[in-house]
């Protein structure tokens, strides 16, 4: 079991639990896989699927970071390409009573994280990641960004880039700067930007 630098991204669908709870379950059944699949659909920069996690996918990609701007590309089109089903699966089921609700509850949020030692364990026909790094980065999904849709960068992801190249790259919004005091991980410091401007 061989642990080797790599990167963590997640794509989130927020909004999931209240959708599951409020929409009735023949459209749920129908809505969420399809976003997932869109997801893992635009993936463009070669990451692998570890897990599907209900809400979520656990992507992958081990050795060298990509470059800052194939990064939040990749995140823009995770997003716009997440809307454009979305709005697609809303005309499809518009007659049903919860139809609205597509729209209203669902959105996405990504998650970056870099790890320095991430195991790669081959569990059936999937990859477990294990190792500290992986924990961290599912913790960075519970934090208090005060909006739904937002791409986090961990530390260990922005401190690898130009301050600069970000605000360059990232001009649809001002970076802000969180963090997160997790018990047996410590402080977690960590930036986001809003995506709903590129809706």
């Known amino acids: 079991m061989k642990a080797e630098p790599t990167l963590i991204c997640i794509p989130d ?17 129908q809505v969420i896989p399809a976003l997932l699949n869109e997801i893992i659909y635009a993936n463009t920069i070669n990451l ?8 979520a996918v656990l992507f ?22 997440f809307y454009k089903r979305m709005d697609k699966l809303y005309r499809e089921h518009k007659k049903e009573d919860d139809a609205r ?9 990504i998650i970056l994280h870099y790890g320095e030692e991430i195991a790669m364990v081959p569990i059936g026909n999937r990859i477990k990641l294990m190792g500290e790094d992986v924990i961290t980065a599912h913790r960075m999904l519970k934090n208090d960004i005060p909006t739904d849709e937002y791409i986090l960068f ?8 130009d301050e600069d190249a970000f605000a360059q790259i ?12 997790i018990e ?5 410091n960590y930036r986001y930007i809003d995506l709903e401007p590129l809706n």
């Open 101 to 109: 609700s597509i729209s209203e509850i669902l959105g996405l949020k």
């Open 60 to 81: 992958f990609r081990s050795g060298e970071l990509p470059s800052l701007e194939e990064l939040i590309d990749q995140c823009k089109t995770f997003y716009t390409d």
């Open 48 to 55: 692998q699927v570890s897990e599907i996690e209900g809400d």
């Open 13 to 29: 669908i927020s909004g999931f639990t209240q959708f599951m709870r409020e929409a009735n379950f023949d459209l749920t059944a």
């Open 154 to 161: 961990s530390e260990q992801v922005y401190n690898k880039f």
């Open 184 to 188: 047996h991980l410590g402080v977690l």
């Open 170 to 181: 990232c001009n649809w919004s001002e970076i802000q700067k969180g963090c997160l005091d």
